[in-house]
């Protein structure tokens, strides 16, 4: 009986495995591709027949990309209206989840289905009227204008997540600490937030992913380089005539190190170890 | 076979003791506290904008001349009978369902893969890296690296037609019978990865001891995955189907990039359609009618959504 | 039980209050477009894309000469993605935030006149005492200049020289029938290999411009009449055809229907095309990324009774006014030293174009060979572009590319297609 429950656990790890190669193949080749291309002489980009490897391998790109002062400052720029977005929007998502969440009040359903079907408005639309506003407000070309926008577009999903979140987590936890004479504040910060952290890291990293690629609102509502951010940086290099697809390539992947790295720090937080038995009646 | 539910959530139950009238309009404004910032920050910045758009669509010429005339109800009629729109609600809808589909399925088994614990936690990390990846990415490069390997001279070709699964070069993106898959596959890989990780998260937070009690009703696993699994999973995977519509059916570049809306219209979609009414054709009154549609169309799923939030 | 709620709510109120305020405080707007008082120094404000297309730093060298020679006037180069190019000017224009001096493509001209983007360059140069006969051409919107075109960049045929020998074509074709025999040629050499190279996507239709419009330009031809559409004339019709003809005989190379200018260029380089039209503009960046391709260029193959003067597609770096700007005056002072003679020369020689000054000699001298060839094309023949100056020109180029794909994949008749494409353009050109 023991080999036979063995043979079936090393059946079935084999079968995951096996699957989890296949799932990175498909995940994987194509960014393998675009690291293939960042090496290549851009005469050679579109080469036939395709190799992985080509003769002009070279850093180049990466080199050009690196010692050019326009486009490390584009990174900065990035990197302080994501983190800035990301903080915000994780705060304000986490009220607005908690009063969804547990407390029952006047035009909830309205509020919840405006905050939801707001997204919905096709951006190419809203650039002009919005635009507009932004410049009414004195935000155009500045960090504040690019990190409140961003949190307009990611605060719905984070507000959908953080109340899904927060559902999943029984209202038994605020009342041990309300019968301990806590505010509902209390409850929230010392409680529910802990236990939630899981939710609310995945949805911190997917604003932070959405703040670091978004376009349309970055080109639109920045004027000048200083304050222009990594996807202009990366289009700025398809020119009218022709691409620059090493440059463009390698931009991609040095702007997707440090985020890998953040991913990675963070990661931790979804292995296990945190639920059995936390959650006791 | 006993059914395993989620232990029942206790209702509410707001300790009643003697307030104040001050606390208990207190406690009536807390929830609206609560929300305040992101009310202001939605009212100002999202409604304002949103009602002008609103305003558009009842106009003519509007932006591209500096007056303009009241229309009514004349540009809905003209996007409405519009066959470029219509075409373009029919792809949208295959392109999002499908995509939708997809993402979920993706996502889940990924997920579940990942959570395995079959597998050491270096292993995993590893894996969970690789599964990332395509999340990482600005939609443009994706686009333009997806086209690279979908030239008919490309790369996909040319492994297909080593391994012989293909006799001649396949024009993916230029024959209007591949172009709408191989666009919905581009977005699949480029968006698989959110539900991916929200699942893993909400995987986390299933306590492990009702799989253990599973385990002593003797469930298998497919049973363990139906009635554990999902019930529990069941809030975030709606949340995030919701999502999932709505940011689809709003995809632009990517499908811009890769293939403009063609060949033959084959990869029209609402929000190409709306590009062009815009800033080809510079009819922004109809461009914003058509923005209208879709944003009665979702809150119409919007309200779907907060009815079944309601109903937990 | 007491609950502490207001201090909750307060505390909340405070935080995010206290954030918001530190963020616009701490993180100051960078001044856009200082505009001083009178008699202070002015900083203008250039958007173009034509930094990005030239050797490095040659460009910001040419307007730092501009501010040496006019000390009261800074110029701040904003440069923004090529394809965004345009949906950004009518953004800026609708807020009435556009740059003091703009980059525009001829194709734009109509659209921003008519929205009131743009300033009437003709009552500036009225102003500035400017003498226009030196300009090679203006474009116009209601008989009044908005646009000048600043470098002419000429599409040319372009033909594979290793490839046409190995297909035994011994000469350049000169003539439809020519083309056509060389491209057959070309293409059952073997290898995959194509004979020519026709971009239609419609994201950025202007396949239709360059590669399909020019076959009629080339004999004379035109595809308006009085200023009004003419689709279903037989020159038009022949060009249809032909283009079919050249499709059904296989030597289109695969994914015209989705193919960009940009992927054009990069199968000629590869050498998996054998001939296609192409700005000249591109011949460096042939040769720097294929250094041993043999190629030539060539004016376009003509109807085969055609004697005439030979249309040559071309599009321009052109420059504008915004009409928003309070220093229209110092801008025209830009356009006017973008267009003077030596400076002009000079623009056109870097960037391998044509000059907008009649009068400016690009210096050939240090380019490539090819460049004298094109020159003596370009003076042979006459430049053709009847798409500048209309209205909403890249709906047209759509619409008619969008009737061209159904001809091409048999869904449609030569006939059919023509009438509907000119009753598309009918409703646009009043």
């Keep these: 009986m023991a080999t036979t429950v063995k043979t079936r656990r090393t059946l079935a790890k084999a079968g995951v495995l096996t699957g989890l190669i296949i799932g990175a193949l498909f995940a994987g080749l194509p960014v393998l591709w675009m690291l293939s291309t960042s090496f290549k002489g851009n005469g050679e980009v579109f080469q036939t027949p395709p190799r992985l490897i080509t003769k002009g391998f070279s850093f180049d790109a990466y080199l050009e990309i690196l010692g050019n002062g326009a486009q490390l400052r584009f990174f900065l720029n990035s990197y302080i209206v994501a983190l800035s977005v990301t903080a915000l929007t994780l705060l304000v998502a986490i009220l607005a989840g908690y009063a969804f969440s547990r407390f029952r009040f006047p035009f909830q359903k309205t509020i919840n289905a405006v905050i939801v079907s707001v997204q919905a408005v096709p951006p190419i639309t809203l650039v002009i009227p919005y635009f507009g506003l932004v410049v009414a407000l004195g935000l155009y070309n500045t960090y504040p204008g690019l990190i409140v926008t961003h949190m307009v577009f990611t605060l719905p999903y984070a507000i959908i997540m953080t109340t899904a979140y927060l559902n999943t987590l029984p209202k038994e936890l605020d009342e041990s600490v309300k019968v301990d004479g806590g505010s509902s504040w209390t409850a929230l910060w010392r409680i529910l937030v802990p236990i939630s952290v899981p939710g609310l890291v995945a949805v911190g990293v997917y604003t932070f992913m959405i703040s670091w690629n978004e376009y349309l609102f970055a080109l639109t509502l920045t004027r000048t380089d200083d304050m222009r951010t990594v996807p202009i940086g990366i289009q700025l290099l398809m020119g009218q005539h022709s691409y620059e697809w090493n440059q463009m390539m390698a931009m991609s992947i040095l702007g997707s190190i440090p985020v890998l790295v953040l991913f990675l720090l963070f990661q931790r937080r979804f292995i296990g170890g945190l639920t059995s038995g936390a959650v006791k009646a | 076979m006993t059914s395993l539910t989620a232990p029942e959530k206790a209702p509410p139950a707001e300790?009643?003791?003697?307030?104040?009238?001050?606390?208990?309009?207190?406690?009536?404004?807390?929830?609206?506290?609560?929300?305040?910032?992101?009310?202001?920050?939605?009212?100002?910045?999202?409604?304002?904008?949103?009602?002008?758009?609103?305003?558009?669509?009842?106009?003519?010429?509007?932006?591209?001349?500096?007056?303009?005339?009241?229309?009514?109800?004349?540009?809905?009629?003209?996007?409405?009978?519009?066959?470029?729109?219509?075409?373009?609600?029919?792809?949208?809808?295959?392109?999002?369902?499908?995509?939708?589909?997809?993402?979920?399925?993706?996502?889940?088994?990924?997920?579940?893969?990942?959570?395995?614990?079959?597998?050491?936690?270096?292993?995993?990390?590893?894996?969970?890296?690789?599964?990332?990846?395509?999340?990482?990415?600005?939609?443009?490069?994706?686009?333009?690296?997806?086209?690279?390997?979908?030239?008919?001279?490309?790369?996909?070709?040319?492994?297909?037609?080593?391994?012989?699964?293909?006799?001649?070069?396949?024009?993916?993106?230029?024959?209007?019978?591949?172009?709408?898959?191989?666009?919905?596959?581009?977005?699949?890989?480029?968006?698989?990865?959110?539900?991916?990780?929200?699942?893993?998260?909400?995987?986390?937070?299933?306590?492990?001891?009702?799989?253990?009690?599973?385990?002593?009703?003797?469930?298998?696993?497919?049973?363990?995955?139906?009635?554990?699994?999902?019930?529990?999973?069941?809030?975030?995977?709606?949340?995030?189907?919701?999502?999932?519509?709505?940011?689809?059916?709003?995809?632009?570049?990517?499908?811009?990039?890769?293939?403009?809306?063609?060949?033959?219209?084959?990869?029209?979609?609402?929000?190409?359609?709306?590009?062009?009414?815009?800033?080809?054709?510079?009819?922004?009154?109809?461009?914003?009618?058509?923005?209208?549609?879709?944003?009665?169309?979702?809150?119409?799923?919007?309200?779907?959504?907060?009815?079944?939030?309601?109903?937990? | 039980m007491a609950v502490r709620v207001s201090g909750g709510m307060r505390l909340i109120g405070a935080v995010t209050a206290a954030a918001l305020v530190a963020f616009v405080g701490a993180c100051g707007s960078d001044d856009s477009g200082d505009t001083a008082s009178s008699g202070g120094p002015v900083e203008l404000e250039f958007a173009q894309w034509w930094g990005a297309e030239l050797p490095s730093g040659s460009f910001d060298k040419i307007i730092a000469d501009f501010t040496t020679a006019n000390p009261n006037i800074k110029v701040k180069l904003l440069s923004a993605p090529y394809a965004s190019t345009k949906q950004q000017l009518v953004t800026g224009a609708a807020s009435k935030t556009l740059p003091d001096v703009v980059g525009l493509d001829g194709a734009w001209v109509n659209d921003f006149a008519k929205q009131g983007a743009i300033a009437d360059l003709s009552k500036l140069m009225e102003d500035a005492k400017y003498d226009p006969s030196e300009l090679a051409s203006q474009v116009q919107y209601k008989d009044k200049t908005y646009m000048i075109p600043v470098v002419n960049f000429v599409y040319p045929l372009f033909v594979n020289q290793d490839l046409s020998t190995k297909a035994g074509v011994s000469k350049v074709p000169s003539t439809r029938t020519e083309f056509a025999d060389a491209a057959k040629k070309i293409s059952a050499s073997g290898g995959n290999v194509k004979g020519w190279a026709l971009p239609l996507d419609t994201a950025v239709p202007n396949g239709i411009q360059n590669d399909v419009m020019s076959w009629l330009w080339a004999s004379g031809g035109s595809m308006l009449k009085d200023g009004k559409p003419n689709l279903q004339s037989p020159e038009v019709k022949s060009v249809v055809e032909y283009v079919k003809s050249l499709n059904d005989a296989g030597v289109v190379a695969p994914g015209a229907l989705t193919m960009k200018e940009q992927d054009k260029v990069e199968k000629f380089t590869t050498g998996q095309v054998g001939m296609m039209i192409d700005s000249l503009a591109h011949i460096n960046l042939i040769k720097k990324n294929a250094p041993d391709l043999k190629f030539t260029v060539a004016a376009l193959p003509a109807e085969d009774s055609y004697t005439g003067k030979r249309g040559l597609p071309y599009a321009s770096w052109g420059i504008g006014v915004s009409n928003s700007t309070e220093h229209k005056a110092e801008s025209f002072k830009l356009v006017q030293y973008l267009m003077s003679k030596e400076v002009n020369a000079q623009l056109s020689t870097i960037a391998n174009g044509f000059p907008g000054n009649k009068t400016a000699q690009p210096d050939l001298s240090k380019s490539d060979p090819l460049f004298k060839t094109a020159f003596d094309i370009y003076q042979q023949g006459t430049p053709a572009n009847e798409f500048t100056g209309l209205p909403k020109s890249e709906d047209l180029m759509r619409s008619f590319d969008e009737q061209l794909q159904l001809v091409l994949t048999n869904k449609s008749s030569v006939d059919d297609a023509l009438a509907k494409a000119q009753e598309s353009w009918s409703s646009v050109i009043e």
């Design chain 2, 15 to 312: 300790p009643e003791t003697p307030q104040s009238k001050r606390s208990t309009v207190a406690r009536r404004l807390t929830p609206f506290g609560y929300l305040s910032p992101t009310v202001l920050l939605i009212v100002v910045l999202m409604v304002v904008p949103i009602i002008m758009v609103i305003g558009y669509s009842f106009r003519d010429n509007v932006i591209v001349q500096p007056e303009s005339e009241f229309a009514g109800l004349a540009n809905y009629a003209k996007v409405l009978s519009d066959p470029d729109f219509l075409a373009g609600l029919k792809n949208t809808a295959i392109f999002i369902t499908v995509s939708m589909v997809a993402h979920l399925v993706l996502g889940l088994a990924f997920a579940m893969m990942l959570n395995t614990k079959l597998l050491g936690g270096v292993t995993k990390a590893l894996f969970r890296i690789v599964y990332i990846l395509p999340w990482l990415f600005t939609i443009a490069v994706i686009a333009v690296i997806w086209r690279l390997m979908l030239d008919p001279a490309g790369v996909l070709n040319y492994v297909l037609q080593t391994l012989g699964l293909i006799q001649q070069g396949v024009d993916w993106l230029g024959d209007p019978g591949t172009a709408l898959w191989v666009v919905t596959f581009a977005n699949v890989w480029s968006g698989y990865p959110f539900f991916m990780i929200s699942l893993l998260a909400g995987l986390q937070g299933i306590p492990g001891d009702l799989y253990e009690a599973a385990d002593v009703d003797g469930a298998s696993p497919i049973q363990k995955f139906r009635h554990v699994t999902l019930p529990q999973l069941r809030p975030v995977i709606i949340s995030m189907a919701v999502l999932d519509l709505i940011w689809t059916s709003q995809q632009f570049a990517l499908i811009w990039m890769m293939t403009g809306g063609g060949p033959l219209n084959a990869t029209e979609v609402l929000s190409t359609f709306t590009y062009k009414q815009a800033f080809s054709e510079y009819e922004f009154a109809t461009a914003s009618a058509a923005a209208v549609v879709v944003l009665l169309l979702t809150m119409i799923l919007a309200f779907f959504y907060v009815r079944q939030q309601r109903e937990r």
